[in-house]
Structure formats: structure tokens, C-alpha cells
């Protein structure tokens, strides 16, 4: 049988899900029997290995052409200028680094990733915050393995900066998920219908994500 992981809570449905790193994960009632457990995997296998074979072919696909970079959902050239200062700059068209080393290009590229979310991401958290009158706490832009995005009982905000190569409207989209859960902890309806009313066409932005977020993960 596949090798698996359960999460077991008051919850009264079992579910599975594959993860981005091609996990099963199964989330059971608490006092749900293992025997009913393995026997629900073995009705969805099909499922599951169709699943995890999209999630493999994902993770060993090069996302990254080594003279391009992704910014805001467009991919722009790399280009080598040994006479500046900077070690990567941008200039709307191309990005220009100061030398042909991969690894001094990546760090810069993560390192100006990291700014630059920064700079796109806080004035939209704020503007949607304050449009709708939502306490906001702390807010952290920090890289994540396998979250874009969180919300603390503190209303403590983390935002995945990678989202920077993403298209703004899945930018938009991630900050009114957790904005919403300044109201609603869960994923219920209710949830759901609060992040509708922030972002009418929000599925658009989240079936981006789920498509092509790997993407932004092969950094």
C-alpha cells in the first residue's frame, strides 16, 4: 500500500489528499478504525496514483530557465552588465546582474524577490484591511515550504514572498485568504463566501495557484 500519514481530529468525514511533495495525506475521525481507513485508500488508488504521478512529474520539472526569471506572472530575460555596481537590478524589460555565477545570481534573485514582494504586497494587505475594517496584527514576508500564506489566533499574517512571481491578481487573492481568516479560522462556507465578497472572480486566481504554484517553488 502506498505509505501515507494521518491527521486525525473531531472531524466526522475521512478524506485524502495528495501534498506538493506527492504525499498521501489522510485526515480521519479520531476513533475512525485503521481497517476502514485502508480500505477507503484502496477504493480511490486509481485516484491516488494518478495524483501522485502529476505531483512526481511537477517536482522533477525544471521550471527555471537559468536567463530567465519570473516577475509578477511574466517571464523576463537575465542578462549580464560586468560594469555596474549592483549585483542584480531591474529595469521593467530585463533583469541585470553583475556576473555569470549561478549561485551569486540566485541568492541576488531571492534577495530582491524578498524586497520587492515587500514593497508590492504590504500596500495591498493594508489597502484590503482598511476597506473592509479588518484588524491586522503582525505581518512577516518570509519564504515557506509548503504555505503561501497563514493567519495566527493573533491575527499574525505570514505571506510566502515567491508570490512575486506570480500574476497580482493571485498576489490579491493569497492576502484575502488570510485577511479572511481574521474573521473565520476555518474553511467553511462562510469562509468562503466572506473571500467572495472581497474578490468576486477569486477562483480564477485560486486554480492559478494550484496549477502552476509549483513554479515558484523551483526557485
Known amino acids: ?14 478524506s485524502i489528499s495528495i501534498n506538493e511533495n506527492a504525499e498521501l495525506i489522510v485526515r ?16 480511490k ?6 495524483q501522485q504521478k502529476i505531483i512526481n512529474n511537477r517536482l522533477s520539472d525544471s521550471a527555471f530557465d537559468k536567463d530567465m526569471a519570473l516577475m509578477l506572472g511574466s517571464l523576463y530575460p537575465i542578462k549580464i552588465k ?16 553583475c556576473s555569470s555565477d549561478q549561485e551569486l545570481i540566485h541568492s541576488s534573485l531571492k534577495k530582491w524577490y524578498k524586497k520587492k514582494f515587500r514593497e508590492v504586497a504590504i500596500p495591498r494587505l493594508t489597502y484590503f484591511a482598511d476597506q473592509y475594517n479588518l484588524s491586522v496584527n503582525q505581518v512577516r514576508i518570509k519564504e515557506q515550504k509548503t504555505l503561501w500564506g497563514s493567519c495566527s489566533s493573533r491575527n499574525n499574517i505570514n505571506l510566502n514572498y515567491l508570490l512575486i512571481m506570480a500574476p497580482m491578481n493571485v498576489i490579491d487573492y493569497v492576502i484575502i485568504h488570510e485577511l479572511a ?7 467553511s462556507s462562510h469562509f468562503w463566501k466572506t473571500v467572495e465578497s472581497m474578490m468576486p472572480n477569486f477562483k480564477e486566481a485560486k486554480t492559478w495557484l494550484k496549477d502552476y504554484g509549483y513554479k515558484l517553488r523551483k526557485l
Open 28 to 43: 480521519a475521525p479520531h476513533l475512525l478504525s485503521m481497517n476502514k481507513i485502508h480500505d477507503f485508500i484502496n477504493e
Open 1 to 14: 500500500m502506498t505509505p501515507y500519514k494521518v491527521i486525525r481530529s473531531n472531524r466526522r468525514t475521512l
Open 82 to 97: 560586468t560594469d555596474q555596481s549592483e549585483k542584480l537590478t531591474f529595469n521593467g524589460e530585463e533583469f541585470l546582474v
Open 181 to 187: 481568516h481574521t474573521i473565520h479560522r476555518n474553511h
Open 45 to 50: 488508488k486509481k485516484w491516488v496514483n494518478k
